[in-house]
């Protein structure tokens, strides 16, 4: 979603005025940042929080164990990832599901591989 903010005619000839007087920097007059609407969180974020609050308890039930988070509660549990989110979307159809190992230290980082470019001679 692309916002703009129209400037006004005012706010256009205090810039051409500010850039005639080349005042310095430390003398412009600086503008109020603009309100923006708040962004609606959205369901896997939602998912995310849920999963978050439900830690606590989840690591005395699924320690070690991956849980897909649906509508804020569990709703399949496993040793595989992939297996586990496959038959939370089996169930759920392809809709937003969060699915986390339940563990108490920090995620290992993911690392991804770039693309390579190769150069193509005829």
Request: hydrophobic share 35%.
């Amino acid at each position: 979603m692309n916002v703009t903010f129209p400037l006004t005619y005012n706010a256009l000839r205090n810039c051409r005025r500010t850039a005639e007087r080349r005042e310095p920097m430390s003398q412009l007059a600086t503008q109020p940042a603009p309100e923006l609407p708040a962004h609606a969180e959205d369901k896997w974020r939602r998912e995310q929080r849920a999963f978050r609050q439900l830690l606590p308890e989840l690591l005395k039930t699924h320690r070690g164990q991956y849980v897909a988070i649906h509508d804020g509660r569990v709703v399949e549990s496993g040793d595989d990832k992939l297996g586990v989110a496959s038959r939370a979307y089996t169930r759920f159809g392809y809709v937003p599901i969060y699915v986390s190992l339940v563990t108490d230290q920090p995620l290992p980082v993911s690392v991804f591989g770039s693309s390579r470019l190769f150069r193509f001679t005829p």
